[in-house]
Each structure stands twice: as C-alpha cells, then as structure tokens.
C-alpha cells in the first residue's frame, strides 16, 4: 500500500487548498480514508474520515469548511479545505488503517495571518 499526498502549500487567511492522497495497492472507495493533521509540538489529530458507503466525519474545528471527497477513478481522496485559518497550520497526511497501518508521507499547510 502507497499513498501519495499533495497539494498544501502557503496560502493567507480565508483562502483555500484542496489536498489528494493518490492510492495504489487498495481501492479507496472500498475503504475508509482519513485525514489526520499535526501541528508542531501537538499530537496528530484526525481531521475528516469518509467509509466505503459515503459516510463522513470531521472534527468540530474544520466542520463547515473542510469537506473530504473520493475520485473513484483515479483512486484518489480528497480534502478541501476553505476559510483556512492559522490555526489550521499543520503537515496533513492521509492514512488507510482497515488492514494494516499505512500513511502518506505529509504535506505542509501554512496559513498567513
């Protein structure tokens, strides 16, 4: 299992990233997907998760602004991200953990004040 995660990046206050985590050795939509993220000197958290049905959840923090989503055919999740807040500074990575405990390699998401 590979997950490739993308997208992140410096951006101001109110703006917007979307994040992919390209898969390959699973199939996304037969799965759950996360996005965790960890702020430095902070523990990881789990930002937004989707099941193979559909079904999504989010921390409080990001709830109304972060929305995950899946591109079945290019086996890829997705995590929007609007209205982005310092607070939201943090490297992200996404994780597959049905079978195992796999996860991508970070991505930085600095936000601007």
């Known amino acids: 299992v590979q997950l490739q995660a993308s997208g992140g990046g410096l951006v101001q206050t109110g703006g917007s990233l979307r994040l992919s985590c390209a898969a390959s050795?699973?199939?996304?939509?037969?799965?759950?997907m996360s996005w965790y993220r960890q702020a430095t000197g902070e523990q990881r958290e789990l930002v937004a998760s989707m099941t193979s049905a559909g079904y999504t959840k989010y921390d409080d923090a990001v709830k109304g602004r972060f929305a995950i989503s899946r591109d079945n055919a290019k086996n890829t999740v997705y995590l929007q991200m609007n209205n982005l807040k310092p607070e939201d500074t943090a490297v992200y990575y996404c994780?597959?953990?049905?079978?195992?405990?796999?996860w991508g390699q970070g991505t930085q998401v600095t936000v601007s004040s």
């Open positions: 994780r597959y953990a049905m079978l195992g405990n796999y």
């Open positions: 050795g699973i199939i996304v939509s037969a799965n759950t």
